[in-house]
């Protein structure tokens, strides 16, 4: 079979060289292994996203030398399998309705010993796990916020053990067969009230979709990884195998963000710099 390779920007900001080096390492992998390259655009959140950005991302990926197939797919326009696709772990009863406002679940966070997933988030306390299910169906007829919780622990057991096949490596250094923790996630969002999916739900649903064998990207996405291989295992998806890569950091050794306006790829060209000054900048053999 054919390899399928993607890389999936979100269109809320412009492209810097953090970018620049996961879409070439990732076209560079996809080169080497034969295999066909796609670009999917993650536009789940309408607040962040404008087309302006894609229309600028697409640019910028064309000039970096990348090419994929057509059409691109854009999360946005698929919504309806996203929904289809948490009603099936609704009928396994792992999904539940969440009240709990982001101040309600800092309050309980002020115990300096809760619990908190890989990125420092606290826990979500599930004190609406249990609540009773007509209960919950006024509250949301009512217009009360919410989101769609995963039973973390029943889908976890459900699943049994999990683990994934790396070829990068994770922040301490994980490699090859690495067993998945989705528990230190808690109860993750696959949905709320005003997003009927969420990035994990979307990713999973996507890369299933498109038949992508082979995920390359940023090591900041390692841990979410295992609720990946989670969802996978209880939708019978097939798991991709992961290359997590290092990020490309600033001179003081922060990761790079989107409002880093001097490392946009846009005024990097704007500046006169070719591919290959990109490429040496973020450490890449020349082409
Ligand atoms: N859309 C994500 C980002 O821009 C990448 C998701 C992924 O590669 O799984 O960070």
Same mark, same amino acid.
């Given at each position: 079979?054919?390899?399928? @390779? ?9 492209? =810097?060289?953090? =970018? ?16 066909? @390259?796609?670009?999917? *655009?993650? /536009? ?12 600028? *991302? ?12 057509? &059409? ?18 609704? /009928? ?12 309600? $679940?800092?309050?309980?966070?002020? /115990? &300096?010993?809760?619990?908190? /997933? ?21 509250? $949301? ?11 973390? %622990? ?16 994770? &922040? ?5 067969? +690495?067993?998945?923790? &989705? ?23 996507? %890369? ?11 090591? %900041? !996405? @390692?841990?979410?990884?295992? +609720? ?6 209880? !939708? ?6 992961? =290359? =997590? ?32 000054? *990109? ?9």
């Amino acid at each position: 079979m054919q390899p399928v @390779f993607r890389f999936a920007p979100s269109p809320n900001g412009e492209l =810097h060289l953090g =970018h620049a080096y996961s879409a070439l390492l990732d076209f560079d992998l996809c080169r080497r292994a034969g295999g066909r @390259f796609l670009v999917r *655009i993650e /536009d789940i959140d309408p607040a962040r996203c404008r087309p302006e950005y894609e229309a600028q *991302i697409l640019d910028d990926l064309a000039w970096l030398g990348l090419a994929w197939e057509q &059409p691109v797919r854009r999360q946005s326009e698929h919504f309806s399998e996203y929904a289809a696709v948490r009603a099936r772990l609704e /009928d396994m009863d792992l999904v539940y309705p969440a009240f709990l406002s982001r101040a309600d $679940i800092a309050a309980a966070a002020r /115990d &300096p010993d809760w619990p908190r /997933d890989p990125d420092g988030a606290p826990l979500y306390p599930g004190a609406d796990r249990d609540l009773d299910p007509a209960e919950a169906a006024r509250r $949301i007829a009512v217009g009360a916020p919410h989101a769609f919780r995963l039973r973390m %622990d029943a889908a976890a057991a459900r699943a049994g053990p999990l683990a994934w096949s790396e070829s990068g490596a994770g &922040p301490a250094g994980e490699t090859g067969t +690495v067993a998945a923790d &989705p528990r230190a996630w808690g109860d993750v969002v696959l949905a709320r009230k005003e997003t009927p999916t969420s990035y994990h739900l979307s990713v999973l649903v996507d %890369d299933a979709a498109q038949g992508v064998t082979h995920v390359v990207r940023g090591r %900041d !996405l @390692f841990h979410a990884t295992s +609720v990946h291989v989670l969802l996978q295992r209880l !939708l019978g998806l097939p798991t991709p195998t992961y =290359h =997590h890569h290092r990020l490309v950091t600033d001179a003081s050794g922060r990761k790079l963000a989107k409002s880093d306006r001097d490392t946009s790829l846009r005024s990097l060209r704007a500046a006169g710099a070719t591919v290959a000054d *990109i490429r040496a900048m973020v450490g890449l053999e020349a082409d």
